[in-house]
């Protein structure tokens, strides 16, 4: 199956700072990219779906300032919290989907996320 | 907004148990899929059902979609420790949107 990565896994960062984070497509090209948070024994929460070159679509609740969305190439979008709080601390995944309408969506390995 | 639930939120059984997971939705979906996700982990995609009544399966693991498609299940018969982890299901709206709307998880766990 296809291949969506994301990088870094793993972050650890102190309370005000900014966190990027990144996820690829690497052998399809995804015309659709979507963000999930994921806290503790819950599901998936849709934050925001994103097209290659055109402003990401934010679920309610969810701040597009705080959560910077770009999907600037059909393999690469990114995801920046800004001035992070503990709060923000959680499991973040991205998703994948190539052109068609019953084109399968794979999923990053997640990046945990933790604010001190 | 098209919901989906999913039932039981919380299955512990023991090895050898045969068990059922349901997802259920008012919602009619263009297509539904399982995921596997363990902790630490992104979803696993184990299946996507796309025709109302089709029974798909994968080893122990059976998936059924509704005939209207609004519902589907997962069976898996003679449970393994390996089996452990979170069962999704996802449901494709066939909107403009293209987002998967997802159930609120299975959490199986298979005592050996």
């Known amino acids: 199956g296809a291949v969506v990565s994301q990088h870094p896994s793993r972050v650890i960062c102190k309370s005000g700072t900014s966190v990027k984070i990144e996820c690829r497509s690497l052998?399809?090209?995804?015309?659709?990219m979507f963000w999930y948070r994921q806290f503790p024994k819950q599901s998936l929460m849709l934050m925001a779906t994103?097209?290659?070159?055109?402003?990401?679509?934010?679920e309610q609740g969810v701040e597009k300032d705080k959560f910077l969305i770009n999907h600037a190439s059909l393999t690469l979008s990114t995801l920046t919290v800004t001035s992070a709080h503990p709060e923000d601390s959680s499991f973040y995944i991205c998703?994948?989907?190539?052109?068609?309408?019953?084109?399968?969506?794979?999923f990053g390995p997640g990046t945990r996320l933790t604010v001190l | 907004t098209q919901l989906l639930e999913q039932s039981p939120q919380f299955l512990s059984i023991q090895e050898g148990e045969n068990l059922t997971v349901y997802c259920n939705s008012s919602?009619?979906?263009?297509?539904l899929q399982w995921y596997r996700q363990e902790p630490g982990e992104g979803p696993v995609l184990l299946v996507t059902?796309?025709?109302?009544?089709e029974v798909k399966k994968l080893k122990r693991l059976t998936f059924q979609f509704g005939d209207a498609r609004k519902d589907s299940s997962l069976h898996i018969t003679a449970a393994q420790p390996g089996d452990t982890g979170l069962y999704l299901c996802?449901?494709?709206?066939?909107?403009?949107?293209?987002?998967?709307?997802f159930g609120s998880g299975t959490r199986l766990q298979v005592q050996p």
């Open positions: 059902v796309v025709t109302g009544g």
């Open positions: 996802a449901g494709d709206p066939n909107t403009g949107r293209r987002a998967l709307t």
């Open positions: 919602s009619v979906f263009s297509s």
């Open positions: 994103s097209n290659e070159g055109s402003k990401a679509t934010y």
């Open positions: 998703s994948a989907r190539g052109g068609g309408a019953g084109d399968t969506q794979y």
């Open positions: 052998d399809f090209q995804a015309t659709t």
